[in-house]
């Protein structure tokens, strides 16, 4: 159960919200538990969707963007992130369970992807608070500055989700993943 109004439907949204909600479902098919939670706020969904959306248009790979978005989901305990980028991994990014579980564990079978990976494990765990020992080992793997950005943009926007699914308890509409086996 939620702590605060999920609206059942676009309709029962702030009416600022609904067409950022009907843009959700013209895109995905329908509008995940996510979206008409944050639409509690226009001001937080339109944010929200903007960044989203502009580092889609980033130089970071969907595979990349849901292994960050799997080990930061992890880390932060949320199952409903979990959850929704475990089915968003496998089904759009094509990612194996065997790469999943080493998301999960903040790592990759992939050798580029894996600095990216530890990268925003770090940044969860040190809150940022990086070295340059940190950074020259994603460059060396051959990650460019705007890249870097857009890992740490990334880091912030599923820390985002994540702190929105846990505070609220937004209900799991994805097959549920339990956040202690990983």
């Given amino acids: 159960m939620p702590r605060i109004q999920l609206p059942a439907s676009i309709e029962e949204a702030p009416s600022a919200s609904r067409p950022l909600l009907e843009g959700v479902k013209k895109m995905l098919g329908s509008v995940p538990n996510l979206f008409r939670l ?30 960050i978005a799997l080990a930061v989901a992890q880390l932060n305990g949320c199952g409903y992130c979990l959850s929704a980028h475990t089915y968003l991994g496998k089904n759009l990014a094509k990612l194996d369970d065997a790469e999943i579980a080493a998301n999960r564990n903040g790592t990759s079978n992939d050798p580029r992807a894996d600095a990216a990976v530890r990268f925003a494990v770090k940044l969860v765990r040190e809150r940022g608070h990086v070295s340059e020992a940190d950074i020259s080992a994603v460059k060396v793997a051959g990650y460019s500055e705007a890249e870097i950005v857009e890992i740490v943009a990334h880091v912030a926007l599923n820390t985002l989700t994540n702190y929105l699914n846990e505070t609220f308890a937004t209900p799991i509409d994805f097959p549920v993943v339990d956040t202690k086996v990983a």
């Avoid at 903007?50 to 790979?61: D, E, F, H, R, V």
């Fill in 38 to 67: 944050t639409a509690n706020s226009p001001a937080a969904l339109e944010g929200y969707l903007g960044l989203n959306g502009a580092l889609a248009k980033g130089s970071l790979n969907p595979q990349t963007r849901e292994r």
